[in-house]
């Protein structure tokens, strides 16, 4: 079956990091590009960075959390990792990975992750 796990997620102190994966099963992984999305409360769902299969396409983070956030993937292990580092009070929210098809970041999101919770407080 079609599946994507996000995990790593918990609660760390504003200027604290974390490292999120996303490990995927059920589908050629290699082929897709991955995007990390998150949403908080009361707000859309929103896309901050993704990764294409290759390396023809240049990596797209958002504003908001570039020069913080990392993201990678290791094909061998089936799973996108995502470094954040500095993270701030904003940055709290549900993470959710996403596959797109064809393997370039602006083609269609085709499988989705259950997410995990990120709280950045005291």
């Known amino acids: 079956q079609v599946q994507l796990v996000e995990s790593g997620g918990g609660l760390v102190q504003p200027g604290g990091s974390l490292r999120l994966s996303c490990a995927a099963s059920?589908?050629?992984?290699?082929?897709?590009?991955i995007g990390w999305f998150r949403q908080a409360p009361g707000k859309e769902r929103e896309g901050f960075t993704c990764?294409?299969?290759?390396?023809?396409?240049?990596?797209y983070y958002a504003d908001v959390v570039k020069g913080r956030f990392t993201i990678s993937r290791d094909n061998a292990k089936n799973t996108v990792y995502l470094q954040m580092n500095k993270l701030k009070r904003e940055d709290t929210a549900v993470y959710y990975c996403?596959?797109?098809?064809?393997?370039?970041?602006?083609?269609?999101?085709?499988?989705w992750g259950q997410g995990t919770q990120v709280t950045v407080s005291w």
């Open positions: 996403a596959a797109r098809a064809g393997g370039s970041c602006h083609l269609a999101l085709r499988h």
């Open positions: 990764i294409p299969s290759s390396s023809s396409e240049e990596i």
């Open positions: 059920g589908f050629t992984f290699a082929d897709y590009a």
